[in-house]
């Protein structure tokens, strides 16, 4: 499996430790899977998203922040799947998902730049897929408590 995401984000400080940010993402996903005839097949995602949220830095020890943030997420995209060689399957994605992260840290080394560190998630959130081919539509939605981990490297200006 190979993917590669990287996400953009502008945030402004309405007090020294309330930050509002609006972030606009990309993601891309390769992933190898067996068919029933012990064929290697490939299913291909590209994905958009838009990402506005709040976080709070709560001061632990010098310049080390506690800081959990509360967000909503939306994303479209699409998914290509072999179905066997020299047939693919197409759909149109659609997601949303509002989320805390409730550990969350951050060291300032300097005024301009600072190291992040997300490990633990709770999101709810919903996912629609629409066949390309057919007229039919397919949703979920589900509630998520997870520990993925996640470093950001932040630049301040």
Same mark, same amino acid.
């Given at each position: 499996?190979? %993917?590669?995401?990287?996400?953009?984000?502008?945030?402004? *400080?309405?007090?020294? !430790? #309330?930050?509002?940010?609006?972030?606009?993402?990309?993601?891309?996903?390769?992933?190898? *899977?067996?068919?029933?005839?012990?064929?290697?097949?490939?299913?291909?995602?590209?994905? +958009?998203? =838009?990402?506005?949220?709040?976080?709070?830095?709560?001061?632990?020890? !010098?310049? #080390?922040?506690?800081?959990?943030?509360?967000? *909503? %997420? @939306?994303?479209?995209?699409?998914?290509?799947?072999?179905?066997?060689?020299?047939?693919?399957?197409?759909?149109? #994605?659609?997601?949303?998902?509002? @989320?805390?992260? +409730? =550990?969350?840290?951050?060291?300032?080394?300097?005024?301009?730049?600072?190291?992040?560190?997300? #490990?633990?998630?709770?999101?709810?959130? !919903?996912?629609?897929?629409?066949?390309? @081919?057919?007229?039919? *539509? +397919?949703?979920?939605?589900?509630?998520? +408590?997870?520990?993925?981990?996640?470093?950001?490297?932040? =630049?301040? =200006?």
């Amino acid at each position: 499996e190979k %993917s590669f995401g990287i996400q953009g984000e502008f945030a402004y *400080f309405v007090k020294n !430790n #309330l930050r509002l940010s609006i972030a606009i993402s990309t993601y891309l996903d390769s992933s190898p *899977f067996q068919n029933n005839e012990n064929q290697w097949l490939n299913s291909k995602t590209i994905s +958009f998203g =838009f990402n506005p949220n709040i976080a709070f830095y709560v001061p632990i020890i !010098n310049n #080390l922040y506690y800081t959990p943030e509360i967000g *909503f %997420s @939306y994303g479209i995209g699409n998914c290509k799947s072999e179905i066997k060689k020299n047939t693919s399957y197409k759909e149109d #994605l659609n997601d949303w998902d509002l @989320y805390i992260h +409730f =550990f969350a840290l951050e060291y300032k080394i300097t005024n301009h730049l600072a190291v992040g560190l997300m #490990l633990g998630t709770v999101s709810y959130g !919903n996912i629609k897929e629409k066949d390309k @081919y057919e007229d039919t *539509f +397919f949703g979920t939605s589900s509630l998520k +408590f997870g520990f993925e981990d996640y470093a950001a490297l932040r =630049f301040y =200006f």
